[in-house]
């Protein structure tokens, strides 16, 4: 299995017999308005262009998973591109309508911890807690997603969320192989943070299995925790042997 990291959580899953396109953030740099203006700096998003690969990668994809409606997980370039290159699309059942309005191919919808047929193997739509305390109700529901597919090894995305009990659920009984972390520490304006916090981020690689990547990072003016400083974290805890960091348009291999 190939991970091939584009930016931010725009993800391709790359198997022996498909190509799976995670989050499909494709505008170009500073189309999206700023998350944030007073906190950090009102830099309009994303921040940074997409990789040079990212037209190669993105001409293989045959099938697309979508964890919620916020604009940098799919925005209107993604939706473009999923229109024109008519890509099946898999989304909670919660976004099955949205997205239909928007003229996309819903193949697939899932309703949390229900076990649905996926590729060959299965795929289990996993509850994500958008940020801690009340700001978790205005960034309304967000699926994670986890897969089996034959002769892979099995995956958690954990989407845009915290550390919870259906987090810690998937990696203490579901033990997947590989799990991806957003690891920005995003917040906007007003609440606290809407990914998890480092001791979080911490406890989470501690718990996952084997291997980890880490993902939502140095994309978004919202987005201020650093690759630089999750190295040092994980390095000061003994756990960077498990995480992968990659930089924009880098394939990780499992």
Request: with cysteine; aromatic share 6%.
């Amino acid at each position: 299995m190939k991970l091939h990291h584009l930016r931010n959580a725009t993800l391709v899953i790359e198997t022996e017999t498909d190509v799976i396109l995670v989050d499909p953030m494709l505008g170009k740099r500073k189309t999206i308005p700023p998350f944030t203006i007073f906190r950090y700096k009102p830099h309009r998003n994303p921040l940074v262009a997409l990789p040079k690969n990212t037209r190669d990668i993105l001409s293989r994809v045959t099938i697309c998973l979508i964890t919620h409606l916020h604009t940098d997980h799919i925005d209107k370039a993604g939706e473009v591109f999923l229109r024109r290159k008519s890509i099946p699309v898999i989304c909670s059942a919660k976004d099955e309508n949205a997205l239909s309005a928007r003229g996309l191919n819903i193949l697939q919808t899932l309703n949390y911890w229900e076990p649905q047929e996926f590729l060959g193997g299965k795929i289990i739509g996993i509850p994500a807690i958008h940020g801690y305390g009340f700001i978790a109700k205005l960034m309304g529901n967000v699926m994670g997603f986890y897969i089996e597919l034959p002769n892979e090894k099995s995956i958690y995305i954990s989407s845009d969320t915290i550390f919870t009990e259906h987090v810690q659920k998937v990696l203490v009984e579901f033990k997947p192989e590989i799990a991806v972390v957003a690891c920005g520490t995003a917040r906007l304006d007003i609440g606290q943070p809407l990914l998890m916090r480092m001791n979080d981020i911490l406890k989470f690689v501690a718990l996952a299995p084997k291997y980890i990547l880490a993902n939502h990072l140095e994309a978004l003016n919202h987005c201020p925790t650093k690759r630089a400083e999750l190295r040092l974290a994980l390095e000061q805890n003994d756990l960077l042997n498990k995480v992968s960091i990659p930089e924009d348009g880098e394939i990780v291999s499992y």
